[in-house]
């Protein structure tokens, strides 16, 4: 059974996901010790900007650029807020463009620091995901975390998954 990080950087106007994503695979690396894949559609800037990034990312997965993105909500500090676009229409593609058996897939603003995401592959479930999360700031209205809108499903957290390769998970890719 093959074990990786999938990472999906897509800039915006004012985050660099990319450098991101390239702090956190060397992260990957030193804590968690498993090969890492970014999935971006700017191979020119992760070229340009990144020189060394094949000593990062085991591989790299180049998608066709796309200028569609939504509206998200950016929270800078605990009163400041600001709207970006967000181009997130390509994760429901992790389970195809993943090349592991089993994978851990991450939010690259996501800071690991020991090596607690291995316990994923120990555990018998073939699909992780967050339902809960805690706010430090406690400013948030929790409410709007409870579903996706107001008549649809309950909300969970994708910033980070872990998955196995079953026909259960295909399906819900």
């Not at 094949?54 to 993105?69: A, E, H, K, Q």
């Not at 400013?139 to 390769?165: G, L, M, P």
Request: hydrophobic share 35%.
């Amino acid at each position: 059974m093959t074990k990786g990080v999938l990472l999906f950087a897509r800039n915006n106007n004012e985050i660099d996901y990319v450098k991101q994503a390239y702090w956190l695979a060397s992260r990957i690396s030193r804590y968690l010790n498993l090969p890492t894949t970014l999935v971006t559609d700017n191979q020119e800037y992760l070229e340009n900007a990144f020189p060394s990034y094949n000593t990062v990312f085991d591989s790299v997965v180049i998608l066709d650029y796309t200028t569609g993105y939504t509206s998200k909500r950016y929270h800078v500090g605990t009163l400041i807020q600001k709207r970006l676009e967000f181009k997130n229409d390509t994760r429901p593609l992790a389970y195809d463009l993943s090349p592991y058996d089993e994978t851990i897939l991450i939010d690259t603003d996501v800071v690991i620091a020991d090596e607690s995401f291995l316990k994923c592959f120990e555990q018998s479930k073939d699909f992780l995901i967050y339902k809960d999360a805690y706010d430090l700031a406690q400013h948030r209205n929790y409410k709007e975390f409870e579903y996706v809108s107001e008549t649809s499903v309950d909300f969970y957290w994708a910033t980070c998954i872990f998955f196995r390769k079953t026909s259960k998970n295909k399906i819900f890719f």
